[in-house]
């Protein structure tokens, strides 16, 4: 119990703590313009909901933790209301059982979790219809597209008078959440530091076409933009139908690998990179591996992916969150049976920092919350559960239960995000404004930063939008400063 400043990832806690944000951080739009709900990749299968209930003893490891380590005092206001296009609570449609992080706050504060349904399209006029109501919705998800421009549209509220930022829980996300901190107040609760996007594939495929396993590679220092080109290069046939790079998240996770994003905040500023020689030489990859046919040109399939084709042998990598596979696996679109599961982190250029686009899994407090006090108490079993070495053990024994997954996959899952927390990348572009994200993030494949893996140069790209992008964010970084 004495380890809450090792950095260690806690991933199985992740998808227990956050009923899987990191979907929440498709905000960008590489699955949000085909489906208003978290599965954006996941079949429609449901399966029997896990009523499992813990253990004795690790229900009095839960207990004696909460005592030791989380605040003692009374939760006048038992309910927190949660806005969010997916439930935190326990899903029957992925088979989940109860979160740690859950059960820590009932068992600690009585507390409970309403759950307020939105859709990924509406979720934002919807929680502005809430907030301007005045109804009390206490938390929302904080994926990209939450900040800055939450703050300068008034829509959420600093966190910094519900959360003890000092205390040893939040020692490992302290510098994280500066991310967000806009005129010295935090915005975002960060729970965990988290990869955004992995690559998976199926092992079978890999041993099948004699390739070297890509976790093996990193682990040599040797999976890098160029044997990840070179796979692609010799597994790719369409006249075959073997298809290589696939997913929605493919681009804004290759692009970041490379270690620049587009907007970011410096010394309390946004600034804009467009004119990056790093941005530039991602593109320039990026472009090359479409005229190289590397891409699944899903135009051949009423432009969506095709994640099954991974479970056929017929795809060799699937770049999403980790989220996707954090069910049961009777419902992942991939079809990869358990045991042939690979994960590998995005790869970067050879001979650079393995740089991730990383998730700052965490919430928005509501401006109005009416239960904030309760907020905090839930982030801070969030934390626990995220940090401590007793509580991880149990949520990994449970990932294992619902998940399927081999102590060696939930290691290697660890590992990915580990690099997130040590090299994160983090794009602001999303959430400065609808009109910056359109240029950048959600234009679509013919312009911003996911056209050049879609054929478009990036130089003229770059010409086009620029200028304009550059105005745009100094517009809303004097908004921000501007803010109360």
């Not at 068992?107 to 009390?136: A, C, F, M, Q």
């Amino acid at each position: 119990m004495k380890n809450f400043k090792k950095t260690i990832a806690g991933i199985s806690a992740l998808t227990f703590t956050l009923g899987l944000t990191a979907c929440g951080g498709g905000s960008e739009g590489e699955g949000a313009s085909t489906s208003d709900t978290t599965a954006v990749t996941t079949t429609a299968a449901t399966v029997e909901l896990n009523t499992a209930t813990y253990a004795e003893e690790d229900q009095k490891t839960l207990d004696d933790l909460a005592n030791e380590k989380l605040r003692d005092v009374e939760l006048e206001n038992k309910t927190i209301k949660w806005l969010a296009h997916y439930d935190i609570n326990p899903s029957t449609s992925k088979g989940d059982s109860e979160a740690v992080n859950i059960t820590l706050f009932k068992s600690k504060y009585g507390g409970n979790i309403e759950y307020i349904p939105t859709t990924w399209n509406t979720r934002y006029s919807d929680l502005s219809t809430h907030v301007l109501g005045g109804d009390g919705v206490d938390f929302f998800p904080c994926d990209t597209a939450a900040l800055p421009k939450g703050v300068i549209n008034g829509m959420f509220q600093p966190v910094d008078d519900y959360i003890d930022m000092d205390s040893e829980l939040w020692a490992d996300v302290k510098d994280a959440m500066e991310i967000y901190n806009f005129n010295g107040k935090h915005y975002e609760i960060v729970n965990d530091v988290t990869a955004e996007a992995v690559v998976i594939y199926n092992k079978q495929t890999i041993e099948e076409n004699g390739f070297d396993d890509p976790w093996e590679l990193y682990k040599a220092g040797e999976w890098n933009w160029d044997t990840f080109t070179s796979m692609l290069e010799q597994f790719c046939d369409p006249d075959a139908d073997q298809w290589g790079l696939d997913g929605y998240w493919s681009e804004k996770a290759l692009f970041l690998s490379a270690g620049v994003p587009s907007v970011t905040s410096e010394n309390g500023s946004l600034k804009t990179n467009l004119m990056d020689p790093t941005v530039e030489k991602a593109m320039n990859w990026m472009y090359d591996l479409y005229n190289k046919g590397l891409v699944m040109d899903r135009s051949l399939f009423d432009w969506n992916e095709q994640p099954a084709f991974m479970g056929e042998g017929r795809e060799l990598f699937y770049i999403v969150g980790a989220w996707h596979v954090q069910s049961n696996p009777d419902t992942w679109a991939t079809g990869i049976a358990p045991e042939n599961l690979g994960l590998a982190p995005v790869p970067s250029p050879a001979g650079s920092d393995p740089y991730q686009g990383a998730t700052l899994d965490g919430w928005v407090l509501c401006k109005g919350a009416g239960n904030p006090q309760g907020v905090g108490l839930f982030a801070d079993c969030t934390r626990l559960a995220n940090t401590s070495d007793e509580a991880i053990a149990i949520a990994d024994a449970k990932a294992i239960a619902d998940y399927q997954w081999s102590e060696e996959l939930i290691a290697i899952n660890k590992e990915i995000n580990d690099l997130a927390r040590q090299y994160p990348v983090v794009d602001l572009a999303t959430g400065v404004s609808t009109d910056v994200a359109s240029l950048t993030t959600d234009g679509g494949d013919e312009i911003g930063l996911r056209a050049a893996l879609h054929g478009v140069e990036w130089a003229s790209n770059r010409e086009e939008i620029s200028a304009v992008v550059d105005m745009l964010v100094q517009e809303a970084d004097a908004s921000l400063k501007s803010v109360q």
